[in-house]
């Protein structure tokens, strides 16, 4: 795959506007750039159709980037009988962990503990419900090595695994699949769609859509554009209304807080906590390979014209609280260091009752032609946008290839042997795969851009200028927020805009676009 397609970048960006404006017909419109438009992106391109995707602010800006970033083997869903879901689920998550995203998901342990607020009979439903989660890794054939068979562990095995949880608190240890870091499985689906040819188009709004195109302005000129398409897509999440006036949904938004993973005695696995004794709901506290442990999720309803996308500090008490009730510690809001959230939208149904759009994701056709798909997880984006592009080439006609995303690598996978063997810090293997190297080389005439970023921060300046030159970052925010994360933490944020607007400005970097 050559460096030249598979590089997004601001230069490829103004050039792809301009092609646009002289031919401006393409066969599929994707509209919004999260996990779930760019899987759209990757399976038409894949396919061999000509694809134009935009984006009103930066890719992977909104929910796609607010995950607890778990890839869920479908587990929660055998609880409500739902084994389709949960098929599903387990089947992505086996193309994800042993083919597309070798580099960026890899086996979680998780650890149940056994706290003594939980009934014997549903400690019995738990362990049978993990149980039952190795039945779907068998019947989907996922590698028993990667994810191993649930057992139960004594309390000395538990306190090595988790080394601040309550003293002699067994468990049962089982295995899920951890997502180094969400938004770089964005960033990996767009170059990856780009490499075949797709035109994505951050900072670049749809004013309205039709079945047959849009009209499109282009936030950084103001320019505007009517694009038409053989079919439009509509993947805008909870904004889908926006452009849909058919499309009704309300909205719940999901909170996270970290806290130095040093506090909780840099722990090798996750912890899966029960929020009361129904077992509905649950709180993960999962590490992350930049020395943050971060515990989430709540769920909370919002009002039709609410937004807000920061946790309250009730949310955060709630996190807290969850999260202290198994920990032979206990941690306070002053060592929370940061938070973030996303939103997620809910339908109903004829008489009113919640529909669990994590769950189930639909391919509706509006009033205006247009196709919108919404819901699911981020564990089944690929299906979510085989589904939307299955139906759009049904809709209008057009010829295509069958689907074949399951077997199309990502950029920066290859298989497990060959990452292992690649020369370069495991954290930045972890992020950018076989282009680990390439992040390094970049040091090698400006040994600046290998020191760190921030103190206490593992991200080097080598990564800023990565994500300029081929990861389409085109602001401060982009690289402190998204590409690298470093600005998740408080006290580093506004150092690492500094360092990030010297980036964007530096002739060195600007002439490499």
Same mark, same amino acid.
């Given at each position: 795959?050559?460096?030249?397609?598979?590089?997004?970048?601001?230069?490829?960006?103004?050039?792809?506007?301009?092609?646009?404006?002289?031919?401006?017909?393409?066969?599929?419109?994707?509209?919004?750039?999260?996990?779930?438009?760019?899987?759209?992106?990757?399976?038409?391109?894949?396919?061999?159709?000509?694809?134009?995707?935009?984006?009103?602010?930066?890719?992977?800006?909104?929910?796609?980037?607010?995950?607890?970033?778990?890839?869920?083997?479908?587990?929660?869903?055998?609880?409500?009988?739902?084994?389709?879901?949960?098929?599903?689920?387990?089947?992505?998550?086996?193309?994800?962990?042993?083919?597309?995203?070798?580099?960026?998901?890899?086996?979680?342990?998780?650890?149940?503990?056994?706290?003594?607020?939980?009934?014997?009979?549903?400690?019995?439903?738990?362990?049978?419900?993990?149980?039952?989660?190795?039945?779907?890794?068998?019947?989907?054939?996922?590698?028993?090595?990667?994810?191993?068979?649930?057992?139960?562990?004594?309390?000395?095995?538990?306190?090595?695994?988790?080394?601040?949880?309550?003293?002699?608190?067994?468990?049962?240890?089982?295995?899920?699949?951890?997502?180094?870091?969400?938004?770089?499985?964005?960033?990996?689906?767009?170059?990856?769609?780009?490499?075949?040819?797709?035109?994505?188009?951050?900072?670049?709004?749809?004013?309205?859509?039709?079945?047959?195109?849009?009209?499109?302005?282009?936030?950084?000129?103001?320019?505007?554009?009517?694009?038409?398409?053989?079919?439009?897509?509509?993947?805008?999440?909870?904004?889908?209304?926006?452009?849909?006036?058919?499309?009704?949904?309300?909205?719940?938004?999901?909170?996270?807080?970290?806290?130095?993973?040093?506090?909780?005695?840099?722990?090798?696995?996750?912890?899966?906590?029960?929020?009361?004794?129904?077992?509905?709901?649950?709180?993960?506290?999962?590490?992350?390979?930049?020395?943050?442990?971060?515990?989430?999720?709540?769920?909370?309803?919002?009002?039709?014209?609410?937004?807000?996308?920061?946790?309250?500090?009730?949310?955060?008490?709630?996190?807290?609280?969850?999260?202290?009730?198994?920990?032979?510690?206990?941690?306070?809001?002053?060592?929370?260091?940061?938070?973030?959230?996303?939103?997620?939208?809910?339908?109903?149904?004829?008489?009113?009752?919640?529909?669990?759009?994590?769950?189930?994701?639909?391919?509706?056709?509006?009033?205006?032609?247009?196709?919108?798909?919404?819901?699911?997880?981020?564990?089944?984006?690929?299906?979510?946008?085989?589904? $939307? @592009?299955? /139906?759009?080439?049904?809709? #209008?006609?057009?010829?295509?290839? %069958?689907?074949? =995303? &399951?077997?199309? *690598?990502?950029?920066?996978?290859?298989?497990?042997?060959?990452?292992?063997?690649?020369?370069?810090?495991?954290?930045?293997?972890?992020?950018?795969?076989?282009?680990?190297?390439?992040?390094?080389?970049?040091?090698?005439?400006?040994?600046?851009?290998?020191?760190?970023?921030?103190?206490?921060?593992?991200?080097?300046?080598?990564?800023?200028?990565? $994500? @300029?030159? /081929?990861?389409?970052?085109? #602001?401060?925010?982009?690289?402190? %927020?998204?590409? =690298? &994360?470093?600005? *998740?933490?408080?006290?580093?944020?506004?150092?690492?805009?500094?360092?990030?607007?010297?980036?964007?400005?530096?002739?060195?970097?600007?002439?490499?676009?």
């Amino acid at each position: 795959m050559s460096l030249q397609w598979s590089s997004l970048n601001a230069r490829r960006r103004a050039r792809e506007l301009d092609a646009l404006a002289s031919n401006s017909v393409v066969d599929v419109l994707v509209v919004g750039g999260g996990i779930t438009g760019m899987g759209v992106a990757l399976d038409a391109a894949s396919r061999g159709l000509s694809v134009v995707l935009v984006e009103r602010g930066d890719i992977g800006g909104g929910a796609s980037s607010t995950s607890t970033d778990i890839i869920h083997g479908g587990v929660r869903y055998l609880q409500n009988r739902d084994v389709l879901a949960a098929v599903e689920s387990a089947l992505e998550r086996g193309y994800l962990l042993q083919h597309t995203a070798t580099h960026l998901v890899r086996s979680l342990p998780v650890l149940l503990p056994d706290l003594g607020e939980l009934p014997p009979k549903r400690r019995w439903l738990a362990r049978a419900g993990l149980q039952a989660g190795e039945a779907l890794r068998f019947g989907v054939r996922t590698d028993k090595s990667l994810l191993p068979a649930p057992r139960r562990i004594s309390g000395a095995e538990a306190a090595l695994l988790f080394p601040t949880l309550t003293a002699d608190c067994g468990g049962v240890l089982s295995f899920d699949a951890q997502l180094e870091d969400d938004h770089r499985l964005v960033v990996a689906v767009a170059r990856t769609a780009g490499s075949l040819g797709a035109k994505i188009l951050p900072r670049v709004s749809a004013k309205w859509v039709a079945g047959d195109g849009a009209q499109v302005r282009d936030e950084l000129t103001g320019s505007e554009l009517r694009i038409t398409a053989a079919s439009v897509i509509n993947a805008t999440g909870v904004w889908s209304d926006q452009l849909e006036p058919g499309v009704r949904y309300t909205k719940r938004r999901g909170s996270h807080i970290m806290v130095r993973s040093a506090l909780l005695g840099e722990p090798r696995s996750a912890l899966l906590i029960p929020v009361d004794s129904s077992l509905k709901d649950f709180v993960f506290v999962v590490g992350h390979s930049d020395g943050t442990t971060h515990i989430g999720a709540t769920d909370i309803p919002l009002s039709d014209d609410d937004a807000a996308t920061e946790p309250t500090a009730q949310e955060v008490s709630d996190l807290l609280s969850v999260a202290n009730k198994a920990l032979g510690i206990t941690i306070t809001t002053d060592e929370v260091i940061g938070s973030y959230s996303g939103l997620r939208p809910v339908g109903h149904d004829a008489d009113g009752n919640e529909i669990d759009m994590s769950r189930k994701h639909l391919v509706t056709v509006g009033d205006t032609g247009a196709i919108t798909v919404v819901g699911g997880k981020l564990t089944t984006y690929r299906k979510m946008a085989e589904d $939307a @592009v299955d /139906r759009a080439i049904e809709l #209008s006609g057009i010829w295509a290839a %069958d689907c074949s =995303t &399951r077997e199309v *690598r990502l950029i920066g996978a290859a298989p497990r042997a060959q990452l292992n063997a690649i020369d370069a810090p495991r954290r930045l293997i972890d992020r950018y795969g076989v282009e680990a190297t390439d992040v390094l080389a970049l040091g090698t005439d400006e040994p600046r851009l290998l020191e760190p970023i921030a103190e206490g921060s593992p991200v080097i300046g080598a990564e800023f200028a990565f $994500a @300029v030159q /081929r990861e389409l970052a085109m #602001s401060p925010e982009d690289l402190v %927020d998204r590409r =690298t &994360r470093i600005g *998740r933490v408080t006290s580093q944020r506004d150092g690492a805009l500094d360092a990030a607007q010297q980036f964007c400005g530096d002739p060195l970097i600007g002439d490499l676009r």
